[in-house]
């Protein structure tokens, strides 16, 4: 059973992660480990949620702390490294087409358990486990485009500009995104 | 706008009075036809449940430990081989990216210096100081330029320092290979498929003439060529 880490914002842990993060920047593998369990858990979740496919999310989550080993000596601090850390997954997996061809596969799924096993392992969520659940695979059924600015605005919490930034379009363009996620997402859950 | 707004224009605009921001008259609009409208206001509250339940959703866990994947792939094994000035096994992620970057020009260089130089000299059976000055440019340009070169007795000696750690590596790439794009992976077998040429031809030329400064040196250089290569397979992304 792997355990559960959480993330902790508080400021004391926003500054042992930082140095943590100069600390494995330097070459330091516990230190970089430490980084990993203290936030595997929302890269997977980013990843899980973009993705909507367990194994795939699985391998987006590794490639993005390998990267992130990669690339710490690119981290200058400007953020907090778990922003900076959001930011490098967003870009892996808005980067990968590989997941492309499973997703187009899953929404012909007739039986309607599209993304269901993405799903498995919630923690920290204070709704109810039948609400959730349906939330959940509602949104891992939502077509890829509407799917990932659903996630990034309403879920994480970013804005149009930075959306529309990050996937290379317009903010027209997310905002149709969104406001088709949400009314998919509506019928989904009314059904 | 004028006059009240209907409800298919509220459907529309709807995501105004759910997000900050936007115009205040077509906000103030909207609100209005809420305020009149009991189906739109079962929509508007519909919205605003369901963008504060996503705002509320918990975090994922992993089914499965994903960090041995990922130290495996960090982990790129290093043998101590004394005098080759082989970095410690755990490198800084500076090191790591460099090898990155480095790998198509380490497998481009590499060929070069393994092929073109150390191939020409095999085949022709020779390893006089005239011919080695003549690839002496060639051979400088590759990965082991400018490394303390192996001080292996023969070829066999040569073998057992890297052995080891290229089927460590092998096991690792093997392990990558499905998640890895199909053409990187075509790329990485031919150009592993060339260095392996090259070694072996080396140490056929090693057979004939065991006492060849050269010759070990460029099956040095060609086994570093091959490490290098799988090194950076290992720490490769997953296909994009």
Known sequence: ?????????????????????????????????????????????????????RTRAEELTQDVFVRAWEKLHLFKGESSFSTWLHRLAINVVLNSRKSTAREDARFDDPAGNAGLDSIAGVVGSPMAPGELLDLEAAIAALPPG???????????GYKHEEIATQLGVTTGSTKA??????????????? | MTGPMRCDEFERLVDELLDPGGSE??????????????????????????????ARLGTLEPARDLWSG????????????ADRGVEPAERPAAAASRRRGWWMAAAAAGLVAATAGVTTLVVRGTSTAATAGGVGGVLASGPSAGAPVLRASNARGV?????????????????RRASLDPATVAVIERNLAVIDTAIAECKNALARDPESVFLKESLTSAYDSKVALLRTAVALPSAE
């Open chain 1, 146 to 156: 509407a799917r990932h600015v659903f996630v990034l605005h309403d879920v994480e």
């Open chain 1, 1 to 53: 059973m792997p355990v559960v880490a959480t993330i902790d914002a508080s400021p004391a842990s926003a500054n042992r992660g930082d140095s943590d993060a100069a600390s494995a920047a330097a070459g330091d593998r516990r230190a970089f480990e430490r980084l990993y369990h203290g936030h595997v858990n929302r890269v997977y979740s980013l990843c899980g949620r973009m993705v909507a496919d």
């Open chain 2, 159 to 175: 073998d057992a320092a890297y052995d080891s750690e290229i089927v460590a590596l092998h096991a690792l790439v093997a392990r």
């Open chain 2, 70 to 81: 990922i130290a495996a792939r960090l982990d790129t094994p290093v043998i101590a081989i």
């Open chain 2, 25 to 54: 008259p077509v906000r103030a609009a909207a609100a209005a036809h809420a305020d009149a409208c009991a189906a739109c206001a079962g929509l508007l509250a519909d919205l605003r449940r369901l963008r504060a339940d996503a």
């Open chain 1, 177 to 191: 995104q969104l406001h088709r996620a949400r009314f998919l997402l509506r019928e989904a859950l009314n059904r």
